[in-house]
């Protein structure tokens, strides 16, 4: 079964702790995978996060409604973080052999004798 915030909520019943590991076996993905739609959940009010004696995390469905996103509530939306280009991966090395000579040189400046 797929995960989105959609089937996740559909699994869990109001006013029941479940454990993250257990709804990761049951979506077949990676327990950070869950914590984190979860976690987006929490912060959306749909489920509280609860401390357990043991010091293990539950989590608990107070709401229920769905979250709608856009014109399908099934759907999932993302973005990607990214770094900026900012060097340029071609053309002809130039005083590379310099550049080692002088990081070997740092390098046995800090050897002991």
Known sequence: ???TQVTLLDRMQIGRDYNPTYLAQYFDVTT???RDELC???QEGFVKMINKADGKIAFRRVRNDFP???DNPAEQIRSVATFPVTRRLTGILSDYGASL???RDLALSTRRA
Request: hydrophobic letters at 75%.
């Open 1 to 3: 079964m797929k995960l």
């Open 32 to 34: 950070a995978i869950l």
């Open 40 to 42: 987006a959940l929490a």
């Open 101 to 103: 000579a002088s990081v």
């Open 68 to 70: 709608v996103q856009g």
